[in-house]
């Protein structure tokens, strides 16, 4: 089982940053490969970036390429998300999600993933 629990967001101005967090329970963080998902109002839940167990692999949706970064830190049990360049329609509830994956494969949709944060908001103003 694993517990994991989001922080970080917030409200901020269209071009700013915010630097969410999600930090899991148990001791075999480094067994799970992460992901950060969000969703806005009226629309599904999307992928926006996804990290391998030992954070040599990483893989971002296109309209946050060159903005976000995803990073891990396995000896705090944490996962980050690194959002620069904000834009309105970043606008969403953020969720972490862990899925065990000690190989290469990197899971990149919802319903491979077996855990999940109860979401932070993150609010960018035009």
């Known amino acids: 089982q694993v517990q994991l629990v989001e922080s970080g967001g917030g409200l901020v101005q269209a071009g700013g940053s915010l630097r969410l967090s999600c930090a899991a329970s148990?001791?075999?963080?480094?067994?799970?490969?992460m992901g950060w998902f969000r969703q806005a109002p009226g629309k599904e839940r999307e992928i926006v970036a996804a990290i391998s167990w030992s954070g040599g692999v990483t893989y971002y949706v296109d309209s946050v390429k060159g903005r976000f970064t995803i990073s891990r830190d396995n000896a705090k049990n944490t996962v980050y998300l690194q959002m620069n360049s904000l834009k309105p329609e970043d606008t969403a509830v953020y969720y972490c999600?862990?899925?065990?994956?000690?190989?290469?494969?990197?899971?990149?949709?919802?319903?491979?993933?077996?855990?999940w944060g109860q979401g932070t908001q993150v609010t960018v103003s035009s």
């Open positions: 999600a862990a899925k065990y994956s000690i190989g290469g494969y990197l899971p990149q949709f919802r319903y491979e993933y077996d855990y």
């Open positions: 148990g001791r075999t963080f480094s067994s799970y490969a």
